[in-house]
């Protein structure tokens, strides 16, 4: 056990323990500053003076000061305070330098600056030598930055005397180069110094472009400069001196030669033939033997780099050879054969990396140019949705394209787009097919074979399907030939999705699951343009549909059945797959059977609100469908579908109340005999018995009955009877099952009535029976009727008060009901755990009733 001292004790150890501390800082305060002024003297005295201050000794012998902390960071202080007044010192003398030339020391004259200048330089161009040798290279880089700025002003001064003719642009060309050639071997001869090699790479930067500049070259010759440039600083990045002079050139590499590639590109876009998209060509194919000549001595990434971009320039080169003349849509087909045939290319005796790069920039103009196939085929998709404004108005103008609402467009610019995307998907079927074979031509031998398959399967399916789809568009096909076509590539892809999940490759059979399903929807709406091809078509797909469920779930079954008695992941997972597909399916049948349905009354003529009991055959079907399939997964899912076509049934009758009740009645008896299955019997008991309620209510009210307690109370009375019955035999069925109905079947029809009456006797008898059955509820503890008539009570206190409040509230100044808000607010935050805990206990006294 740990012993506790008293207070006074513990006080009186913590106080001893303070003062240790304070007299160990005063040894090392003392210390300190001994050693800050042997530092500041030329020598050091044998004994330091080491005076111990008054005080407890400590416990511990001191710590030795062999190398105390002071001391290196002393000399760190001072060279940072060095490097800084050296920088201003030369900064300071190259600005007044600048101003000697330019403005100052006038009466002198150009030429005799010129000659201070130059001896200047001189002087300052050997004074490093001097300084290196004594051992002050900071100092040494300070005066050879003034040299440098010297070196250029002197360039300009020589302009000005010795050729002040000469054309400005050209003579900056050959003096930049001039400062390289000198700057680089100043910078050999006096290794130590570290900015004039810099420099020189800097200078080599402009030579070219400013001789370009004179002659007044066109853009080629600008872009030959800049990949001059470009190709001088990569053999400097790999074979300078110093990590300085690798990084400058680096730069310099990644800023000029991109800047060429951009030229040489824009120019191989804008040739109106061959020929003239020849220089180009050459331009970027020597961009690419650029990029591909010094990655045998680069990193990783600089690799890979460099294939990339040699796979675009060699890409960008031939394509503009290919395309010049050709409209921009079969320029893209242009450029994918060349990015396809690029991958032939990996084969070459390249580095590893450059190969991966190489393949990367063909990978990558594939998805370009498949995306510039994309727009016709989302215009193709879209488009239908504009037979949603003329339905059955017969075969538009213009076929396929003025189905979709785009006759007008220029589809022949689009003709290539259709070419790529099936001559992409072929080639991706191919490596799913054959995909040990594929992996091993591009050397990806080592990659995560299985995703990157079944990726190529999915690339293969969807950029087929769309490829097919925008087919009728561009070929201008007729109506019905677009809808047919349309049609069968819907078959086609359901066919393929129970196939491929048949073998066991889920990601493509998902993919051509989802083609399908929207295909079918676009297909549909195209179809709405003509009313028997709306049910040639929605026949059709509901047949598919059903026919897709039934063989998914056979295939779910046999995969059940082949399973071991502990599943893997992967088979739990494929099973899911199996099901879900199979629900899909099976609500994408049930929305085909709700539209025939509302087809079917538009066909027979029949109003909106007198065609939604026609609609409600399909709720009847997917009960029966349900039932047959009780307990299999797609069970819930159809009767989720057909719940939302009796919904569509009810938004339909809503214009007229009497069909309305009667259209709330049938759904009733549709959730009945849902309930009387023992799954589905909490939720469908409840929503028969609210139905049938709404539909009896909905009934009175079109009938125009002002006296509903005459209709209601006979149905009231038995059902409490029923119920007291149900209760007596099962104590523990619930109040609300018991009595619910029962009562909601009078009070809210009398509430409604209520609120619609200006006498007194209504109201009070409603009021009256309400505050009865609260009672009954709160003594016998019944949830139902103690929510139920509670409910009822207060929304008929409501209604009897609200005139006199409104009354009250006409009568007092405007500011008092805010004032009252602000004070009730303040309560209640005031009191808000209290209230919570209330609420709380309210809750769990509702939970314990019935």
Known sequence: MEHMPPPAE?????????????????????????????????????TPPYAAPPGPAPDRPPVPFAAPPGVDAAPAGQRGVRNVLLTLGGLLLAVAAIAFTLVSWGEMGIAGRSAVLAVVTFAALGVPAVLLRRGLPATAESVAALASVLMVLDAYALHRVAVPDADGPGFAAVASAVLAALWAGYGLLLDRLRLPLPLAVVSAQFPLLLWAWSAGAGASAFGWALLATAAMDGAIALRGKGLEVRVTACTGCWMTGPA??????????????????????????????????GTWRTPTG????????????????????????????????????????????????????????VVWSSASVVAAAVLASLPPVVLSLTGAVSQLARVWAGAPDGGARGALGAADLAWSRMGSAPVVLVLVAVLAGAAHRWWTRAARIVGAASAPGPAWRGMAGVVAVVLGWAGLTVTPAVLGLSYAAAATVWLLLVVALFAGAVRALRRGNGAVGTAALVCGLVGAGSTGLLSLAAEATTYAVFGVLLLVSGAVAVMIGDVAASAAGGRPAAP?????????????????????????????????GASLGLDTHRAAPVVLVVPALTVLVGAWLRGRPPALAVEAAGAVAAVVAVGMAVPDRAFLALVLALCGVLAAGTAL?????????????????????????????????????????????????????????????????????????SLFAAWSDPDWPRPLLLGTAALVITLLGARLRLQALLLIGGAVLALDAVHELAPYVVQVVGVLPRWVPPA??????????????????DARRLKEALGRMR
Do not use: K, M, N
Request: hydrophobic share 55%; glycine share 10%.
């Open 10 to 46: 513990e006080l009186a150890l913590l106080d001893h323990e303070l003062a240790r501390l304070d007299a160990r800082r005063s040894q090392l305060l003392v210390r300190r500053a001994w050693l800050v002024s042997v530092l500041s003297r030329p020598a050091v005295p044998p």
């Open 260 to 293: 060429g590639l951009l030229i040489g590109l824009t120019l191989s876009l804008t040739s109106g033939t061959a020929g003239a998209a020849l220089a180009p060509a050459a331009l970027l194919l020597a961009g690419a033997t650029v990029a591909v000549s």
């Open 302 to 357: 600089f690799a890979v780099a460099g294939g990339v971009v040699a796979g675009w320039c060699a890409v960008a080169a031939v394509g503009g050879v290919l395309r010049a003349g050709q409209p921009w849509g079969w320029s893209v087909l242009a450029y994918l054969l060349c990015g396809l045939a690029l991958s032939a290319v990996v084969r070459a005796p390249l580095p590893r990396r450059v190969g991966q790069g």
């Open 568 to 600: 893997t992941v992967r088979a739990a997972r494929r099973e899911d797959v199996l099901h879900i597909a199979q629900a899909v399916a099976a609500c994408g049948a049930v929305a085909c059977a709700t539209v025939l349905a509302l087809a079917a």
């Open 677 to 749: 299955r023992p799954e589905r019997r909490p939720v469908a008991g409840y929503a028969a018995t609210t139905l049938f309620v709404l539909a009896a209510w909905l009934r009175l009210s079109a009938s125009g009955v002002l006296a509903p307690e005459a209709y209601t109370l006979p149905v009231t009375v038995p059902a409490l009877v029923v119920g007291v019955l149900r209760r007596r035999r099962d104590p523990e069925a619930s109040s609300w099952t018991a009595y619910g109905a029962g009562l909601a079947a009078t009070l809210v029809p």
């Open 820 to 837: 009252l808000a602000g004070v009730l607010l303040l309560v209640v935050g005031a009191t808000y755990e209290q209230r919570l805990r």
